[in-house]
């Protein structure tokens, strides 16, 4: 624009020398012929369209002429006054910064539609700790409202029980077992057994059967013991329901180890909070999507939850790390995302490619 000001400029100024060359008569001759054809084009024209070019040399022009002369030109002086207002605001007025938080990148948000698509259980909470894992931080508010414009249920009722006091202030020392079903598809009925570390949410499943006899209970519970190892004497409490399954040969293990056994009041799941929870996750994730065969399958099926549950999956309570994975670092360009699929495809992990 500045370019083509001067070239304006620099084409009146070569116009200007040139009358410089010209008798006063053939001057005055030219000047009543514009006078009169100004005349009449006022006639004709209501409001002239002054470019910002013709405003530029008018209002330098216009400062030349006698105060009596500039009556007869087509602007008023209000109006030359205002084109100059409109220059000095040009000239100090710089692109306002957008206020606010940075707007959510597309490809963050094509993720985070994609996650809820492909993951039709996953509330705005999950999606937003799975977000985490893979280094993006974004608040779970802001992928509700993602979710929300494009269509999507942002977040499915889970409704839940609140915490014990006494479960938050001793959850490093906890333990917490139960057990669950589940029927094949010849409709036989297994059971398995669950045990979580309430401080990490890490869950031990240590095994499934048709026949949960006293025998089987205890030696599963002696296992575990070896799995713990030196761990073990970090726990002091271990909270069961008065599940009849559980004989006093499961108890005695655990009491040998230092272990005190807390049993629940009748009929109090919420007393036993931490793995009805998991265990209504199992089956909305896992046994009710998928038709089990047998025993064998059900301990193949289960490790491979155990897996995706202990490494992969986020918590809020543990700040949307799994309980042996902590969190990538953040990033701050884009990354390629991949998905891992397991047991066939019910369950997808997603990690950042090599």
């Known amino acids: 624009m500045a370019l083509r000001l001067l070239y304006l400029i620099f084409l009146q100024l070569a116009g200007w020398l040139m009358l410089l060359v010209r008798s006063d008569a053939s001057k005055d001759v030219e000047i009543l012929v514009l006078r009169h054809q100004l005349a009449v084009l006022r006639r004709q024209v209501a409001r002239p369209r002054p470019s910002w070019a013709d405003r530029a040399v008018i209002s330098v022009l216009a400062r030349l002429l006698p105060a009596a002369d500039r009556l007869r030109l087509f602007v008023t002086p209000g109006t030359l006054l205002r084109w100059h207002a409109d220059l000095v605001r040009r000239r100090w007025t710089f692109k306002r910064r957008r206020q606010g938080r940075p707007a959510t990148r597309p490809s963050v948000r094509s993720l985070i539609l994609r996650m809820a698509?492909?993951?039709?259980?996953?509330?705005?909470?999950?999606?937003?700790?799975?977000?985490?894992?893979?280094?993006?931080?974004?608040?779970?508010?802001?992928?509700?409202?993602?979710?929300?414009k494009a269509g999507l249920d942002p977040a499915p009722r889970?409704?839940?029980?609140?915490w014990n006091e006494f479960l938050r202030?001793?959850?490093?020392?906890?333990?917490?077992?139960?057990?669950?079903?589940?029927?094949?598809?010849?409709?036989n009925r297994l059971y398995g057994l669950v045990v979580m570390e309430i401080s990490t949410r890490r869950v031990h499943l240590l095994g499934a059967t048709d026949h949960p006899t006293g025998h089987w209970i205890a030696q599963q519970a002696r296992n575990l013991m070896i799995e713990l190892g030196d761990r073990a004497v970090g726990f002091r409490f271990l909270i069961r329901d008065r599940d009849a399954k559980l004989t006093a040969a499961f108890d005695e293990v655990f009491a040998g180890a230092g272990i005190q056994v807390v049993k629940t009041p009748p009929r109090a799941p919420q007393a036993n909070?931490?793995?009805e929870r998991w265990i209504g996750g199992l089956r909305r994730e896992l046994l009710d999507r998928m038709l089990i065969v047998n025993a064998r399958h059900l301990r193949r099926v289960l490790a491979e939850y155990e897996a995706h549950f202990n490494e992969h999956r986020p918590h809020r309570s543990l700040g949307q790390a799994a309980p042996l994975r902590s969190l990538s670092d953040p990033v701050e360009a884009d990354i390629e995302v991949i998905r891992r699929d397991r047991l066939g495809g019910l369950i997808h992990e997603y990690a950042q490619a090599a």
């Open 273 to 275: 909070a931490y793995v």
């Open 169 to 187: 202030a001793q959850a490093s020392g906890i333990l917490a077992c139960d057990f669950f079903h589940c029927d094949t598809v010849l409709l």
């Open 158 to 162: 889970r409704t839940g029980p609140t």
């Open 117 to 148: 698509r492909e993951n039709p259980l996953w509330g705005y909470r999950r999606i937003a700790g799975e977000l985490a894992g893979l280094g993006y931080r974004v608040g779970a508010s802001t992928v509700w409202l993602i979710l929300k």
